[in-house]
């Protein structure tokens, strides 16, 4: 937890050193051109600009450990109530990501375990290969060339038809609309979901498929799976209750770095389906040099990705029975 | 005379892993209802691949090249998978090595002993429960119902061991195999593992094929025992009659080494190299003939 908390304040301290050393000036971009260098040398003094680096970053770390992240140069408005309207949405997109890639990776690993030394397994183990050296965006270049120019089948961007306009009280739409059962509203934010879904979550079902399938073989091979098949177990009990609990570690050890990627992948795919989340939001901050926004969302990120790593290592105790069952 | 619950003719294998090497030569062995065999012969004289056979499970790399496994008159080599299954498991079970590896370390004792008496017997839980209990106590382990509850990394190597045993001796079975079953545990635990089995198998009249390398343990526990060296039968007999007068110069030899012949700079005389000589050429006039 300490480790943890040293990681974010570094990150906090490396992401405002780089923003200042990268060249961009914010208000350049927000004056109009008929300003004067007195208008600019007002805006820069408003926003803290004008000082020192060091103080600037006391000031800010100041405010941010109170939970002020300033307000955003380019909206014009408070970095926490931005980042609270846009996270939920990239969380939603996210953990639809990881359950699909999780759930689709293990079942062919269990399929592909079932098929071992059948022809169908080298089948497999090539599309395996395959889908290990396709990356997230050409999945979504891909998709939407299929799924939404060619058969044009799913919608091509946003996160809701901007026709239906439901109003809700909480920023995860797909959670409230599922607790509403407001199912017309569900199914249309999942069709917007697919391809996103899809492109961040294919490339972690191959890794998923492989690791797993590998440790599932080596479990497969351990004498207590020989007597449990000797005592007319079946197959596929053999390889889901015998086998399976034990050959999870590597796989929820690389499922956890693989998120944090996936998290990052977000803010491009997020891009390609003009889906209003916080990696979307990101670039615009970026594009537009909103040194409060880029930070706020950074410290976000860098906070995630923390707790992924926690919430992994606690996993893996759970699962391991030594040490859940001292 | 019974007829033999187990009858080995003539059974030939070669390693495909290994450029064809013969792993069995025409080995032949029988066993009464009730009776302990021991397999005994150094490590690699193809002890382990006999009791595959025995339960089926050969691995794909050993090809039978001929003879015949016969249980109870269905030999084991060409019955069709279905019956093969009803017997291994039920019929003839196993007792593994490694007590470490034997157990599924992430479930609870309770479900790996009774799934096979639901699988096979058809119990109910509770019953198969109860039947788990009995099996327990039977295998003297105290506090039994703490043991159900526990995990594998919870119990001692002994308890581990014992577990296994019950299990093996659970269905009922007409045979067990039990492939070098003290190997990985301590001296003290092995004597106390080799009486338990001696007298589960008297209690249930089970007949038992037992594999070692320990001539000590086959004095200790075999009616009968075959040796074998590189894949061929040695010698063969009631224990009695081989340990007290043994007939090849190499069962001779083994005796005169000592519970170490496995390990030349234990063993009190080491097996003469003259004699192994010996053996390589028989087999090798055998192999032409
Ligand atoms: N999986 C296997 N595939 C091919 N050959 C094997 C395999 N396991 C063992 N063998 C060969 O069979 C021979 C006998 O091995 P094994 O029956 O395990 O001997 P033991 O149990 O007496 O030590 C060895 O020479 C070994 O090389
Ligand atoms: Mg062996």
New binding site residues.
Partial sequence: MLTAFVTLIGVAIVIFCLLRIVPGDPVAMMISPSATPADIAALRARYGLDLGLFQQFVIWFKAVTAGDFGASISLRRDVVELIGERLPATLELAFAALVFGVLAGGTIAVITTLLRRTPLEAVFEFLNGLFLAVPDFVWALALVLVLGVAFPVLPLSGRLDPASAPAFVTPFYLLESLVRLDFATFSDLVAHMVMPVLALGLPLAAIVARILKESLLEAMGQDYVLLARLKGMSPLRLVLQEALRNAVGPTLTLTGVQFTFMIGGTVIIERIFAYPGLGNMAIDAVINRDLPLIQGIVLIFGALFILINIATDALAVLLDPRQAHG | MTSPLLSIKALSAV????AH?P?LRAVSLDLRPGEVHGLV??????????A?AVLGIL?R??KVTGGSVRFEERDLLTLPPRALRDIMGREITLIPQDPQTALNPSRRIEGQLTDGLRLRLGLSAAAARARALALLEEVQIRDPERVLASYPHQLSGGMRQRILIAAAFAPGPKLVVA?EPTTALDVTVQKEILRLIRRMQRAHDTAVIF?T?DLGVVAKICDSVTL?YA?KVIEAGTTAAMLERPAHPYTRALIAAGPRYDRPEASLTPVPDAIFRQLRQDIEQTERA
């Fill in positions: 390693s495909t892993r290994e090497q792993v012969g150094e490590s690699g004289a193809g002890k382990s691949t006999i595959k691995p790399t050993v492939d594999v390398h074998l894949g």
